[in-house]
């Protein structure tokens, strides 16, 4: 096996300037409004964008007729993920506003923070009129029936 070389940190003005972090974004983390690095961005756009994209396709071919029930259950569902993106923002703080927490206990908060919107969206959606309770029923009944 060939040795590794050990790589060492590029120096020179290119170097400083890859290092400073700007101000207003070092500010906006300690309040904890951080902006998501640009991988995650990319992901949460590609994925609006291919959404909106297969609508448009199938709107245009003729598999998706956008009736009124569907639009009023659509604004329905977007009432019900704003209430519970309302109460994540809110348990996030009050979960992980402690000292940085490690192992266990981040994955504990973190699975309190996905039961959580869980809960929370199941009830907007039910508020609202996003979900039926006989729907859901029949959908589960129909599953638990299906053979494996």
Known sequence: MAARKRQTEPKGPKAQMVQLSPPAYSIRRQAGLALPNGRQMLEAVSGVLGG?????????????????ALLQRISRMLAATAVMTVALWGAQRVLFAAAPTHGMVRLAALAALVATGLVVYAAAALLFGAADREQIGRLISRRLARPR
Request: proline fraction near 6%; charge should be positive.
């Open 52 to 68: 909106a994209l297969l609508g448009a396709v199938l709107i245009r071919r003729g598999h998706l007729h956008a009736t009124p």
